[in-house]
């Protein structure tokens, strides 16, 4: 099979409602179908994501992988072996690609070669494409490399050595693979015209187990990117330094956390502003109470 200019790669678990929408995104592309493919990997989804999948009627080449949850890290390097594209553009599947989003992705690495390219990720609260998409602070990030929108040579990826599949669970996977990528002298570039919408619902009280379960996982790989990468950049990203875990201390006693606990319902209505401040307290003291589990375990 040719080879293309460029591969994007998504990787799901039992999201398909969202996938599907994610990947159907990507056929009204600007460039031409022959210069793209798509690659979905499954991290073991049942919910009958890869019936969905193999269902599509894709205007371009889709590749489809499958592997029985081994995490992101793992599933990322899968696609990145199997492509063909010299760049690859990692999306996420809650994210809506823009019309433009590969043609511009081609258009800066042919720009500015020997680079990491970083697209718009434009926060959205509902699942699809804005007439007009507004810049808000939710969308601003200062990681060198973050897959929700980004692009690199395939090349460049085998030189620093792929994703660290020790990274098993969710968070840090990407940020940790970026400080790698940087020390390839490789250039962070920001074009604003390569916009992906990433959706973020409101949140409702029974998102709760599911946020404090990722709070947990992202507290423990923490520890992972703190180990891989000693430095303070890494530490303070991640609050793996001693005054933030005091401060977490305090912010988390039992009287703070039955407060935060009472006030979020058990529905599934938008939470108040007040519910939803409440609600990212107990994420953050679940975070740090798993970073400092790991850390005597260490």
């Not at 740090?288 to 375990?297: E, I, K, M, T």
Request: glycine share 6%; aromatic share 10%.
């Amino acid at each position: 099979m040719a080879e293309k200019k460029l591969s994007v790669q998504i990787c799901s678990f039992n999201r398909k409602h969202l996938l599907s929408n994610s990947v159907a995104s990507l056929f009204d592309q600007t460039c031409a179908k022959e210069d793209y493919e798509i690659i979905v990997v499954d991290d073991g989804s049942s919910d009958g994501t890869a019936e969905m999948v193999k269902n599509l009627k894709s205007p371009v080449d889709l590749i489809f992988i499958r592997q029985e949850k081994e995490g992101l890290a793992a599933g990322r390097n899968k696609g990145i072996l199997k492509a063909r594209g010299e760049i690859i553009l990692f999306i996420d599947d809650d994210v809506l690609a823009d019309p433009h989003l590969i043609e511009e992705h081609l258009r800066f690495h042919k720009e500015h070669p020997n680079s990491v390219v970083k697209g718009w990720v434009n926060h959205v609260t509902e699942f699809r494409r804005p007439e007009k998409p507004v810049w808000t602070m939710k969308d601003f990030s200062s990681a060198f490399f973050w897959t929700s929108n980004v692009s690199v040579k395939k090349a460049d990826l085998m030189k620093a050595g792929l994703f660290d599949e020790t990274f098993k669970e969710y968070g840090w996977e990407d940020l940790e693979l970026g400080l790698r990528l940087k020390r390839l002298s490789l250039q962070s570039r920001i074009n604003r015209h390569a916009i992906g919408y990433h959706y973020k619902r409101s949140a409702v009280g029974s998102d709760l187990s599911g946020k404090l379960a990722q709070a947990e996982a992202k507290g423990r790989t923490a520890v992972i990117f703190v180990e891989r990468a000693p430095n303070w950049r890494a530490r303070l990203a991640t609050g793996v330094y001693p005054l933030r875990l005091g401060l977490d201390r305090i912010l988390s006693n039992r009287f703070f956390l039955k407060l935060y606990k009472k006030s979020i319902p058990s529905n599934g209505k938008p939470l108040s502003a007040w519910s939803n401040y409440c609600l990212n307290a107990l994420a953050t003291a679940t975070y740090f109470n798993a970073v400092r589990q790991a850390l005597v375990r260490k």
